[in-house]
């Protein structure tokens, strides 16, 4: 039962201003400066609403994405959560009743978003461990029962949200080398019922098998080569015959040789080890989750080769400093925040 409130000052109800007022229940609410402030839930005997008195200064939330007071829903004054974020606005949500408003952003006093840091509930090990079985062509739920080994047992669409958050967060620069060898693939693009061809452009060093630059077009043509091999600097460029070669590198100033397939067997080879992570795929649905993937493919695949010519061997004794080494270079490799 509600009890009656003995207090010199008694607050009224912000509502309809009736007297008459109960303690409904009493808590603790930390300030920002660390202190605890004991706070009343009073419900009204007139209207039967609650509030809270007094009002004590509430920390601010770090997964914030707005710095301006959210809105509450006109029917059940609830707080609305953020349904979508468009240019010009941003749509709320009442969770309770569904009930939808808009917010418009101004452009010169339009709120600053703060950037989500990539924080799992799981260890950062983990989510890299899997971050490299996915590109060890593991399926999702076989990613799941590895883990599960471990005693991790994490959902299939929390290991997809942490794959698709490393391919984005990333980071690949072009690296130079004086001989490279170039090839393209194509990969099959299906979205909203259409079938489009996606063709993905290596450049390997003819040394070290090192993937120098990766290009993902919708076109092939001499525009997508002199992309691929200008920020690489390269002396010579080997190739199967494709024209659009020959004329980046005499655009570029370049010396080219064309030679067969046999013979290119450096970026051949990676894009056999490309196709099999790709089959597994079964194709790609967005030209952004290519690019993304594609990208990383090629970063985890360069620091493999680093790995395997410092310690020569099998590629099973390199998992392991792997893992090691994507956590201890992690704020290097990935941008996140």
Known sequence: MPRKLNLPQRPSCPYCHHPKVYVNSRYFRRAPDGSLTQVFSFICQSCKRTFSFPKAPRSPNPNKLFNFSYPRCPHCNNTMEIYKIRSSFVRFRCRKCKYKSNVYLLKNSSPQTNPLPFSPNYPLFICLLAFILFFSNLSFRQIRNVLSLNGYCPSV????????ALSSAI???????????VDEKFEKLASKGKTDTVYV???????????????VSLNRDTLQAIKLIFPCQPKLVLSDGLT?????????????????SRVNQAVESRN????????????FKK???????IKAFVVLHNIKRK????????????????????VNHFEELFAFG
């Open 157 to 164: 669409s929390t290991i997809y949200r942490w794959i698709k």
């Open 244 to 260: 659009s070669y020959a004329q980046a590198c005499e655009y570029l100033n370049i010396s080219h040789k064309t030679i067969s």
């Open 307 to 326: 790995l395997r010519m410092q310690e020569p061997g099998d590629w099973v004794k390199i998992q392991r400093p792997l893992v090691e080494y994507l």
């Open 287 to 293: 030209l952004s989750n290519v690019i993304e993937y």
């Open 201 to 215: 452009f290596l450049a390997v060093s003819f040394d070290n098998y090192l993937i120098a630059n990766f290009r």
């Open 171 to 181: 980071k690949f620069t072009p690296i130079h080398f004086e001989v490279l060898c």
């Open 272 to 283: 056999s080890l490309l196709a099999m992570f790709t089959q597994i795929r079964r194709g």
